[in-house]
């Protein structure tokens, strides 16, 4: 009953994909509780000890993937303190007492994953390919809108939005791998998706930075704003879901070309402008095509078009899996609070003859662990032993008052239904399904149910109150270890990927599309803790993870296109690699991004490259340049042409 409810969920997917972590989490723990008993079952220090270890180190594992796979971790480690601190006392029964929690969660997982496939089963593909047919029109919207304007607060939802439905694509498509065969899996396709997505939003962000300099200098040109107006007509277009395709397709021939034009435009002696425009006039058809490309990569998940396509083939053959970001530092406070947890209670267990000091230790290591990745678990771990405290009286009342009115399984069956349906009605809404878990498992764990009823309120009282100490002992663990302000951990995260900037600027090998992927993945984190604490004044000078990803990827093609260019050439460009390295390494330190010498620098390329005869390495490395220029140099400096110095 109590494995029932920790894997219940709406989605038929992640039901059987809960239920196969839970029984491998299951297997190790218990396989580790038949090493660690025997030989130390006589020094229960050292028991104590190895056991807040392995929780402790299960727990940093599990903090370190975001995935679904990662509940085996955390499952590995509390089922040892479940399975080896319950035998301690008869250390013999220590593999029979293995094999039948492996036996009960396993009858309880085929139970859920049986229900859940059978009875009104529904798809977690069915359910993200809604999810990103909406990301896909509010993309569109925001395009149509964002391009009028230059950058401000209001994008920053947005942004944060699209960075968490992207997040949600990576972690949650597991899932599908677990769904019933008639559900098609496009693995490749899904990850394109996501790529697709993650491009975008630098890209429309490089466009309104490019916009904010023209304008700064009154150099909205006629061609710019017919390009602009095109464009923003053709996003409010693919933002109508009932928009017809050949309206679409349309209005983007019309965008690609009113660009065409913007791109032809003279010189006329002014190079910045010129760069800016030309900019302009490169991205908006590709921020056109990465819509369009998102939009049929949705239509041929939903089966509406065919995959066979050599275009999509295309895509899903050379789309590979992607990394997310890994914060190493929180899992490494989450594992000394999982251990430390462990440890303490085990030790007032010992020191205090506590019979049911066990159980304490148990539910110390499971509310570290299943909180591990919050930014202040302790005030979860709080509310609940809230839920517990509520649930408890209900589980008392069965217990004491109701089961021993009953007799046979059909009528524990219908007494049981009125609270069974009540919480699993809570865990189907997304505001209640914490509180109805908690609730859940506190009242299963409080019914205790065995073959025969044996009431025993003594009993009732001390495991209960031991599970509220446990978890309270983790609270405050957690309190002393984790902690960590939503800022500070902003912050932090920022400074991981200043450190990747740092590292791409001095030559650092990567694949680009990943580290885009990764990136974005600490955009949805950082937007996403300062929303929380409404700190969005804060986005700015400093923190700004989107500007780090198009410095990222400016830096990137600088560095790929200057080596097709003449050596002359290419020293300009080291320089400007320097410098960004030298910018990120002194806001890890404190100093503003805006430094002159950058600047100086940048401007000596652009005026080196602007004066050579076009060519695609050119075109795309003073593109790289005029990105990193408008990223870099202080808002509102002017571009300055510079010989290239000795």
Same mark, same amino acid.
């Given at each position: 009953m109590f494995t029932v409810f920790v894997v219940a969920k709406p989605i038929a997917g992640a039901v059987r994909s809960k239920a196969v972590f839970r029984l491998i989490g299951t297997l190790i723990g218990a396989s580790v509780s038949l090493l660690l008993i025997p030989p130390l079952v006589q020094a229960p220090g050292l028991l104590c000890l190895a056991t807040s270890l392995w929780v402790g180190l299960c727990v940093y594992l599990g903090s370190l993937d975001r995935r679904p796979r990662s509940y085996a971790?955390?499952?590995? &480690?509390?089922?040892?303190? *479940?399975? &080896?601190? #319950?035998?301690?006392?008869?250390?013999?029964? *220590?593999?029979?007492?293995?094999?039948?929690?492996?036996?009960e969660i396993s009858l309880g997982l085929v139970c859920a994953a049986v229900a859940h496939s059978v009875i009104f089963p529904q798809s977690m593909l069915a359910e993200l390919l809604e999810r990103a047919e909406n990301a896909l029109h509010?993309?569109?919207?925001?395009?149509?809108?964002? *391009?009028?304007?230059? #950058?401000?607060?209001?994008? *920053?939802q947005s942004q944060q939005e699209l960075a968490t439905f992207v997040g949600d694509l990576h972690v949650l498509y597991d899932h599908v791998t677990f769904e019933t065969s008639d559900v098609p899996r496009h693995a490749g396709l899904m990850l394109a998706l996501q790529d697709t997505f993650a491009w975008l939003l630098p890209r429309v962000s490089g466009i309104q930075q490019a916009l904010g300099a023209l304008a700064a200098e009154n150099r909205l040109s006629p061609a710019v704003l017919d390009a602009l107006a095109k464009t923003s007509h053709w996003a409010h277009t693919l933002s109508r879901p009932e928009a017809p395709p050949t309206e679409v397709r349309d209005s983007s021939v019309e965008v690609r070309a009113a660009c065409a034009r913007l791109a032809a435009e003279p010189r006329n002696g002014d190079t910045w402008s010129w760069a800016l425009r030309e900019s302009i006039a490169t991205q908006l058809p590709r921020a056109v095509d990465e819509l369009l490309q998102a939009e049929h990569i949705i239509s041929v998940l939903k089966g509406t078009e065919s995959p066979k396509e050599p275009r999509i083939r295309a895509l899903e053959g050379s789309a590979r899996p992607r990394s997310m970001h890994r914060d190493r530092g929180l899992a490494i406070l989450s594992a000394a609070a999982a251990a430390a947890a462990t440890l303490i209670a085990c030790g007032l267990w010992i020191e205090g003859s506590w019979p049911e000091g066990g159980v304490a230790a148990q539910f110390a290591a499971i509310g570290c662990s299943l909180f591990a990745t919050l930014d202040r678990p302790s005030k979860v771990i709080f509310a609940a032993v809230v839920g517990i405290l509520v649930a408890l009286p209900l589980a008392a009342v069965y217990q004491f008052a109701i089961f021993p009115r009953i007799d046979g399984f059909p009528s524990l069956a219908l007494v049981l239904l009125p609270p069974v349906l009540l919480f699993s009605w809570m865990q189907a809404s997304e505001k209640l399904e914490g509180a109805a878990l908690v609730m859940a498992i506190a009242f299963a764990g409080g019914l205790a149910l065995q073959t025969s009823y044996q009431p025993d309120f003594a009993a009732f009282i001390n495991s209960n109150t031991a599970e509220i100490a446990g978890l309270l002992i983790a609270a405050v663990t957690n309190l002393l270890f984790r902690t960590i302000d939503p800022l500070w951990n902003a912050l932090r995260i920022s400074r991981a990927g200043w450190r990747s900037v740092t590292d791409l600027a001095r030559g650092a090998t990567v694949d680009v599309t990943s580290w885009v992927l990764e990136m974005f993945d600490r955009l949805g984190l950082v937007t996403g803790r300062l929303l929380a604490v409404r700190r969005l004044d804060l986005i700015g000078a400093r923190v700004d993870v989107l500007r780090d990803i198009r410095v990222g990827i400016n830096v990137t093609r600088l560095e790929r296109s200057s080596r097709e260019l003449d050596p002359a050439l290419q020293k300009t460009i080291a320089p400007v690699l320097g410098a960004v390295s030298q910018a990120y390494q002194g806001l890890l330190h404190g100093a503003s991004l805006s430094d002159p010498h950058c600047a100086l620098a940048i401007d000596v390329g652009i005026a080196a490259l602007s004066a050579q005869a076009p060519s695609l390495a050119n075109q795309r490395a003073l593109r790289a340049l005029v990105g990193l220029r408008l990223d870099l140099a202080a808002f509102g400096s002017r571009y300055e042409s510079r010989g290239a110095t000795s």
């Open positions: 971790f955390l499952l590995a &480690g509390y089922t040892t303190t *479940i399975v &080896g601190l #319950a035998v301690v006392n008869a250390p013999e029964t *220590i593999f029979d007492t293995s094999v039948s929690r492996v036996e509010r993309c569109a919207a925001w395009l149509s809108e964002a *391009i009028s304007r230059t #950058a401000n607060v209001s994008d *920053i």
